[in-house]
């Protein structure tokens, strides 16, 4: 069993940055895919990158490509996603979730954090 907390949402203006952290329990943290998701209000939980076990491989939403950064530190059982140049569409919240498999696809992950809320003012 793995357990995921998320820290670091908050109220930001348009334009600036926040990094949001999941802390992971457990001694498996490694083996596992860790994604980040947001869901705006009114909308579908989609899809904002995902990371490998080992770091080495990421993947990101076409949209948010060069904006958004993930990146874990396997030693801390933690998972980042540094947000640049935040925009107003930008507001959901905000969770991560661990999985076996490096996809985006919901379905394949099996845990889940409780969510952060971001909102960016314009």
């Known amino acids: 069993q793995v357990q995921l907390v998320e820290s670091g949402g908050g109220l930001v203006q348009a334009g600036g940055s926040l990094r949001l952290s999941c802390a992971a329990s457990g001694r498996t943290f490694s083996s596992y895919a860790m994604s980040w998701f947001r869901q705006a209000p009114g909308k579908e939980r989609e899809f904002v990158a995902v990371i490998s076990g080992s770091g080495g491989s990421a993947s990101y939403a076409d949209s948010l490509k060069g904006r958004f950064t993930i990146s874990r530190d396997n030693a801390k059982n933690t998972v980042y996603l540094q947000m640049n140049s935040l925009k107003p569409e930008d507001t959901a919240v905000y969770s991560c979730?661990?999985?076996?498999?490096?996809?985006?696809?919901?379905?394949?992950?099996?845990?889940w954090g409780q969510g952060t809320q971001v909102t960016v003012s314009s």
């Open positions: 979730a661990g999985g076996v498999r490096f996809t985006r696809a919901i379905r394949h992950y099996d845990y």
